[in-house]
């Protein structure tokens, strides 16, 4: 009986102690399912167009000392539409004011101009109200110039946050916003069309392809979207993982005393003419050595998303006006913010030739409906990427630019050369998925195998429909197409370097009917009792003397480790090779004596080679 006043003192205690107990175990629940949906919401944000995450959405506004100009801007800006994100203040305004320079010698009155420009630009920055998001001012102490206003701007936090950087001569469309949230959530977030290759989108109106002797820039007037991959200063939307990508590039590139020069590029002038005033030179050879795409806009009537004024400044000495006219909200359809899928959209290069990215062939009726748009002239070169070196593939694609060959096609087994060939608008075969269709059973075959018997279906299927087909292994290089072209004859079917592992197949009924019946045969026949080291080129000929048919050498020289660094090419050699066994940076640096090399550190083309039709 004594014990029960203290039983009724602890109980209180009791109590609190459980609550704090259960407090903590709901508390630690809720942290790992939140942990958890984060860690998967990293991986699998991309999952549709209406489950999108919330993300953040910054607004870079460059200025200097035009206060007419920035004033004019940031009125377009605030009369936008921003919706549900503007209610919820997820529209951040970053305001980035140049400092300016200072005069070597001591000059009162230009100092007190600068001075009293400077202020009044951060009066006016300081009373303006921004009401959809946090507003921040940074008022640099030095003078960056555009270069660094442009690349200092941003540094992404994370994954789900985005830079419209504006210039202040730029006026924006009150729907701007609109368009740019559909375009996050139609290419970024939505997985069916999202891509790796797509950096961001530009709000200009497209007038301006910056490869010398490229095609006019004309798109169908139905199209609202396309891709381009030109970067659009007058109103840029960026995509966090690429300009990532391109900081470090740059730094890399800057801190090795390296330039932005891409040759056949009118960026090359500006650069000669500016140097580092500008930024565009540096991310344009980027976007070249990455392979990356631009989302644009194409309205009619010239009008855009974004209007620059183009006044007096680093790009214009003097004020040039208004580029095209501002969208509003009477001059759209109602499909305005209906986005086509990507894969209905085009692609453009810097010359405004056409890109078809995406094209992996798997089957044979994948490849008879992917021929007929890769073929010119009927002739199909196909090219081997089995024991490939990256480096020798990307020089060969230099050459093919150099000497506008476009009817190539990749065929080997999937890697991430593979892929990214495809992602650059390439054609590749996928060999293993390709044979698995064609022949039964899963015996394992080696790669020359593989090689031999991909091959022969590719070219029976391209005598079929009437192509001649150029095979090259990938230790071969194509140097001169039209002195080749110039040598073959009529009366001879096949041509054959053994050495060099090249071979042309004339397209004929001869020839045909002789690889259905005889070749393709006797190649499946090797594949199934030879298994390790078969020839594809030895074999065609064999079978084709047998025949007694008319054949003939394919004209080409070897680069040997002892070849005469002096040696000409110009001896009507149109094919180059070299031996597996050799060093690649052996051959590599005979390739660069005899100017045969045409890549730059980052493995792509030193030069942009426009022609102004590829048909």
Same mark, same amino acid.
Not at 401 to 407: D, M
Not at 545 to 570: C, F, H
């Given at each position: 009986?004594?014990?029960?006043?203290?039983?009724?003192?602890?109980?209180?205690?009791?109590?609190?102690?459980?609550?704090?107990?259960?407090?903590?175990?709901?508390?630690?629940?809720?942290?790992?399912?939140?942990?958890?949906?984060?860690?998967?919401?990293?991986?699998?944000?991309?999952?549709?167009?209406?489950?999108?995450?919330?993300?953040?959405?910054?607004?870079?506004?460059?200025?200097?000392?035009?206060?007419?100009?920035?004033?004019?801007?940031?009125?377009?800006?605030?009369?936008?539409?921003?919706?549900?994100?503007?209610?919820?203040?997820?529209?951040?305004?970053?305001?980035?004011?140049?400092?300016?320079?200072?005069?070597?010698?001591?000059?009162?009155?230009?100092?007190?101009?600068?001075?009293?420009?400077?202020?009044?630009?951060?009066?006016?920055?300081?009373?303006?109200?921004?009401?959809?998001?946090?507003?921040?001012?940074?008022?640099?102490?030095?003078?960056?110039?555009?270069?660094?206003?442009?690349?200092?701007?941003?540094?992404?936090?994370?994954?789900?946050?985005?830079?419209?950087?504006?210039?202040?001569?730029?006026?924006?469309?009150?729907?701007?916003?609109?368009?740019?949230?559909?375009?996050?959530?139609?290419?970024?977030?939505?997985a069916n069309s999202y891509s790796p290759s797509i950096y961001g989108a530009s709000l200009q109106r497209p007038r301006f392809v910056p490869g010398k002797h490229g095609n006019k820039l004309q798109v169908d007037p139905k199209t609202n979207v396309f891709l381009?991959?030109?970067?659009?200063?007058?109103?840029?939307?960026?995509?966090?993982?690429?300009?990532?990508?391109?900081?470090?590039?740059?730094?890399?590139?800057?801190?090795?005393?390296?330039?932005?020069?891409?040759?056949?590029?009118?960026?090359?002038?500006?650069?000669?003419?500016?140097?580092?005033?500008?930024?565009?030179?540096?991310?344009?050879?980027?976007?070249?050595?990455?392979?990356?795409?631009?989302?644009?806009?194409?309205?009619?009537?010239?009008?855009?998303?974004?209007?620059?004024?183009?006044?007096?400044?680093?790009?214009?000495?003097?004020?040039?006006?208004?580029?095209?006219?501002?969208?509003?909200?009477?001059?759209?359809?109602? =499909?305005? &913010?209906?986005?086509?899928?990507? *894969?209905?959209?085009?692609? /453009?290069?810097?010359?405004? $030739?056409? +890109?078809?990215?995406?094209?992996?062939?798997?089957?044979?009726?994948?490849?008879?409906?992917?021929?007929?748009?890769?073929?010119?002239g009927k002739t199909i070169v196909l090219v081997s990427l089995f024991a490939a070196e990256e480096m020798f593939i990307r020089n060969l694609l230099c050459h093919f630019e150099k000497l506008n060959t476009h009817n190539h096609i990749f065929i080997g087994p999937?890697?991430?050369?593979?892929?990214?060939?495809?992602?650059?608008?390439?054609?590749?075969?996928?060999?293993?998925?390709?044979?698995?269709?064609?022949?039964?059973?899963?015996?394992?075959?080696?790669?020359?195998?593989?090689?031999?018997?991909?091959?022969?279906?590719?070219?029976?299927?391209?005598?079929?429909?009437?192509?001649?087909?150029?095979?090259?292994?990938?230790?071969?290089?194509?140097?001169?197409? =039209?002195? &080749?072209?110039?040598?073959?004859? *009529?009366?001879?079917?096949? /041509?054959?370097?053994?050495? $060099?592992? +090249?071979?042309?197949?004339?397209?004929?009924?001869?020839?045909?009917?002789?690889?259905?019946?005889?070749?393709?045969?006797?190649?499946?026949?090797?594949?199934?009792?030879?298994?390790?080291?078969?020839?594809?080129?030895?074999?065609?000929?064999?079978?084709?003397?047998?025949?007694?048919?008319?054949?003939?050498?394919?004209?080409?020289?070897?680069?040997?480790?002892?070849?005469?660094?002096?040696?000409?090419?110009?001896?009507?050699?149109?094919?180059?090779?070299?031996?597996?066994?050799?060093?690649?940076?052996?051959?590599?640096?005979?390739?660069?004596?005899?100017?045969?090399?045409?890549?730059?550190?980052?493995?792509?083309?030193?030069?942009?080679?426009?022609?102004?039709?590829?048909?």
């Amino acid at each position: 009986m004594v014990i029960t006043q203290p039983k009724k003192k602890l109980l209180p205690f009791i109590l609190l102690f459980l609550f704090c107990i259960s407090v903590i175990i709901i508390l630690l629940l809720l942290v790992s399912e939140t942990t958890r949906l984060l860690t998967q919401q990293g991986t699998t944000f991309r999952s549709n167009h209406n489950n999108v995450p919330p993300f953040t959405f910054l607004i870079k506004v460059l200025t200097f000392n035009r206060l007419h100009s920035l004033s004019r801007c940031l009125r377009s800006l605030s009369s936008a539409h921003y919706g549900v994100a503007g209610d919820t203040r997820r529209i951040h305004l970053h305001i980035y004011i140049d400092h300016f320079p200072l005069p070597p010698q001591k000059d009162e009155s230009v100092g007190d101009d600068n001075l009293k420009s400077a202020k009044e630009v951060l009066d006016f920055v300081d009373k303006f109200e921004w009401r959809f998001g946090d507003k921040l001012v940074h008022y640099r102490t030095g003078n960056a110039g555009l270069q660094g206003q442009w690349l200092e701007a941003w540094w992404p936090s994370s994954d789900h946050e985005f830079a419209f950087v504006v210039e202040d001569d730029l006026e924006v469309s009150p729907l701007y916003y609109e368009f740019l949230e559909r375009v996050i959530h139609s290419y970024y977030y939505d997985a069916n069309s999202y891509s790796p290759s797509i950096y961001g989108a530009s709000l200009q109106r497209p007038r301006f392809v910056p490869g010398k002797h490229g095609n006019k820039l004309q798109v169908d007037p139905k199209t609202n979207v396309f891709l381009y991959q030109l970067v659009g200063t007058w109103g840029q939307l960026l995509f966090p993982k690429p300009w990532k990508e391109f900081r470090l590039w740059y730094d890399e590139h800057k801190s090795n005393g390296k330039k932005p020069f891409l040759d056949g590029m009118v960026t090359n002038g500006w650069y000669k003419k500016l140097g580092e005033r500008i930024w565009t030179p540096w991310f344009i050879k980027f976007i070249h050595s990455r392979g990356y795409f631009n989302i644009y806009t194409n309205f009619q009537n010239e009008c855009a998303l974004s209007v620059s004024h183009r006044d007096a400044g680093v790009n214009y000495g003097k004020t040039a006006g208004p580029d095209s006219q501002l969208l509003n909200r009477s001059s759209i359809s109602s =499909g305005f &913010l209906k986005l086509q899928p990507l *894969s209905s959209l085009k692609w /453009y290069d810097y010359c405004f $030739s056409e +890109v078809v990215p995406g094209r992996v062939v798997r089957n044979l009726n994948e490849l008879g409906n992917i021929l007929p748009s890769v073929q010119r002239g009927k002739t199909i070169v196909l090219v081997s990427l089995f024991a490939a070196e990256e480096m020798f593939i990307r020089n060969l694609l230099c050459h093919f630019e150099k000497l506008n060959t476009h009817n190539h096609i990749f065929i080997g087994p999937a890697s991430e050369l593979f892929s990214d060939l495809s992602r650059r608008g390439h054609p590749v075969i996928d060999a293993d998925m390709f044979l698995d269709t064609l022949i039964k059973g899963k015996t394992y075959y080696t790669n020359s195998v593989k090689e031999a018997m991909g091959n022969a279906y590719v070219v029976k299927k391209c005598l079929e429909l009437g192509y001649s087909t150029w095979v090259f292994s990938s230790n071969a290089l194509l140097v001169d197409e =039209g002195l &080749l072209h110039s040598r073959m004859r *009529s009366e001879h079917d096949f /041509y054959i370097g053994e050495s $060099s592992g +090249v071979l042309i197949v004339q397209s004929s009924s001869v020839t045909q009917k002789l690889w259905s019946n005889e070749l393709l045969h006797s190649i499946l026949s090797c594949s199934a009792t030879k298994n390790q080291g078969l020839d594809f080129v030895h074999i065609v000929k064999e079978v084709v003397e047998r025949e007694d048919k008319m054949i003939k050498t394919v004209e080409t020289m070897s680069i040997e480790e002892n070849t005469n660094a002096n040696q000409s090419l110009g001896d009507g050699k149109p094919v180059v090779y070299w031996s597996r066994e050799v060093d690649s940076n052996i051959i590599r640096t005979k390739l660069e004596k005899l100017n045969f090399w045409l890549i730059d550190d980052d493995l792509s083309c030193k030069a942009v080679v426009c022609y102004s039709s590829l048909r």
